[in-house]
């Protein structure tokens, strides 16, 4: 390894707290990883990480030299393609998680317009519904949709999803329009959990200056945005989810608005990156055009 590598692998096994997933993420073998961070201890004459058969951990100087490491490593990747024809090539390996309905229907349509742009770039894209850990899970960006949590990072707002209530005609057919919140006593929910098992609000609506829940039957819950969708247009209940997904639903007529009144509190939409002095400029391209793209989908905030 050099002197960069070790850089490297040490931050890594910093952010991991562990020698092996660092190790895997980096396509080293274990012992890799643990000798470059020995190199650096050697040549820095200060123990950099505490390890005991439980766990690996920042000692006070480590946390130090991971700062200043941290930076190094950012501004060496933008000097790295500082000197492309014409400043604009974007290299190395970019790593972005976003929800699969938002990358499924917004973004990989526009995805070729953007590697025709940077063609030496090397995209890895997550699509899920599970909530990832951008630090533990090597990721350069991760859009947000709702709440972003208690997470140590940046966080830039792009806007806001402004959410619907929906059914299929089919639904209505069946069951009858709502037109009141008391109207919902005779019908079914759709119930979205992040994850199998949690309980579920129910039908969320306007109240005073903010929001309260109505709990609501329901035969079906789902942990993904494309299952609620599906099951919503199978005409297996209502659904309150961002219109901009719906709308080639709404505008067909596969799907209809019910109790426009009544919209739950729309879902901002965040861009969440590492705490750095500088940002690698492939993340910043990255982050700008992925805005641009959402923008006429968001409200403004």
Same mark, same amino acid.
């Given at each position: 390894?050099?002197?960069?590598?070790?850089?490297?692998?040490?931050?890594?096994?910093?952010?991991?707290?562990?020698?092996?997933?660092?190790?895997?993420?980096?396509?080293?073998?274990?012992?890799?990883?643990?000798?470059?961070?020995?190199?650096?201890?050697?040549?820095?004459?200060?123990?950099?990480?505490?390890?005991?058969?439980?766990?690996?951990?920042?000692?006070?100087?480590?946390?130090?030299?991971?700062?200043?490491?941290?930076?190094?490593?950012?501004?060496?990747?933008?000097?790295? =393609?500082?000197?492309?024809?014409?400043?604009?090539? @974007?290299? +190395?390996?970019?790593? #972005?998680?976003? *929800?699969?309905?938002?990358? $499924?229907?917004?973004?990989?349509?526009?995805?070729?317009?953007?590697?025709?742009?940077?063609?030496?770039?090397?995209?890895?894209?997550?699509?899920?519904?599970?909530?990832?850990?951008?630090?533990?899970?090597?990721?350069?960006?991760?859009?947000?949709?709702?709440?972003?949590?208690?997470?140590?990072?940046?966080?830039?707002?792009?806007?806001?999803?402004?959410?619907?209530?929906?059914?299929?005609?089919?639904?209505?057919?069946?069951?009858?329009?709502?037109?009141?919140?008391?109207?919902?006593?005779?019908?079914?929910?759709?119930?979205?959990?992040?994850?199998?098992?949690?309980?579920?609000?129910?039908?969320?609506?306007?109240?005073?200056?903010?929001?309260?829940?109505?709990?609501?039957?329901?035969?079906?819950?789902?942990? =993904?945005?494309?299952?609620?969708?599906?099951?919503? @247009?199978? +005409?297996?209940?209502? #659904?309150?989810? *961002?219109?901009?997904?719906? $709308?080639?639903?709404?505008?067909?007529?596969?799907?209809?608005?019910?109790?426009?009144?009544?919209?739950?509190?729309?879902?901002?939409?965040?861009?969440?990156?590492?705490?750095?002095?500088?940002?690698?400029?492939?993340?910043?391209?990255?982050?700008?055009?992925?805005?641009?793209?959402?923008?006429?989908?968001?409200?403004?905030?």
């Amino acid at each position: 390894m050099d002197r960069v590598q070790d850089l490297r692998a040490f931050v890594r096994v910093a952010e991991l707290a562990s020698f092996t997933v660092a190790a895997e993420q980096l396509g080293l073998p274990k012992a890799s990883a643990s000798t470059a961070v020995k190199r650096l201890e050697e040549e820095m004459g200060v123990l950099l990480l505490q390890r005991t058969t439980r766990r690996v951990a920042l000692t006070l100087e480590g946390r130090a030299f991971y700062e200043r490491t941290k930076d190094l490593l950012a501004d060496l990747d933008d000097m790295a =393609s500082m000197f492309q024809v014409g400043g604009d090539a @974007l290299t +190395g390996r970019l790593r #972005v998680d976003m *929800p699969s309905s938002t990358a $499924r229907k917004f973004v990989i349509p526009r995805l070729p317009e953007f590697l025709d742009a940077h063609p030496l770039l090397d995209l890895e894209l997550s699509a899920t519904d599970r909530r990832v850990d951008p630090v533990r899970e090597g990721f350069d960006c991760v859009l947000r949709v709702g709440d972003v949590g208690d997470v140590n990072l940046f966080a830039r707002r792009l806007g806001m999803f402004a959410i619907v209530n929906c059914a299929s005609p089919a639904y209505l057919a069946r069951h009858g329009t709502p037109r009141t919140l008391a109207d919902l006593a005779g019908h079914r929910l759709i119930h979205y959990v992040p994850g199998l098992g949690g309980g579920s609000p129910g039908f969320e609506y306007p109240q005073g200056d903010g929001y309260a829940s109505l709990p609501m039957d329901g035969a079906l819950t789902v942990n =993904s945005a494309e299952s609620y969708e599906a099951a919503c @247009l199978a +005409g297996l209940g209502i #659904v309150q989810t *961002p219109e901009a997904d719906l $709308r080639p639903h709404l505008e067909a007529g596969r799907l209809v608005t019910v109790l426009p009144d009544l919209r739950p509190e729309p879902m901002p939409v965040t861009l969440l990156y590492p705490q750095r002095r500088h940002l690698p400029r492939r993340t910043a391209v990255f982050m700008e055009w992925l805005a641009e793209v959402l923008r006429p989908s968001l409200a403004p905030l």
